[in-house]
């Protein structure tokens, strides 16, 4: 066997349920990797309001932070499916604040990509340095 290789399966299982947990919440009764169990990044965002999250309270706003995080999800899929192009991430901090319509539109976006995300890792075959 490649000393390279990962275990799939096991790798898998492992970063899928920090995934899992991160955005959706720690499973009732179960340990959490986080302070506070049961709750996710979603169940957070579904709590604000376009106005809160169009608030600056310090160097940007949590609209601009969700639109960071939706833009990094969605160039883990890029990278993990072989795109090698220069990333410019000063695209992922044009959003600053929203209204409800682009608020609801920015958290369902965020949503859509983070399961792209959880279907690309589920894609990879073999896992080696080169992913």
Avoid at 98 to 119: A, I, P
Wanted: charge should be negative; charged fraction near 25%; include cysteine.
């Amino acid at each position: 066997m490649d000393k390279n290789l990962i275990q799939r399966d096991d790798f898998l299982k492992d970063v899928l349920v920090i995934l899992v947990e991160t955005f959706e919440g720690s499973p009732e009764g179960e340990g959490s990797a986080y302070l506070d169990r049961g709750v996710g990044i979603f169940a957070t965002l579904e709590k604000l309001s376009a106005e809160e999250v169009s608030r600056y309270s310090g160097a940007t706003t949590i609209a601009a932070h969700t639109e960071h995080a939706k833009f990094y999800l969605d160039r883990i899929c890029e990278l993990m499916n072989g795109n090698a192009e220069k990333i410019n991430w000063e695209q992922s901090w044009l959003i600053e604040t929203v209204n409800e319509t682009e608020w609801n539109h920015l958290r369902e976006g965020m949503r859509k990509s983070y399961e792209n995300v959880l279907h690309c890792f589920a894609g990879i075959e073999i896992w080696n340095q080169e992913n």
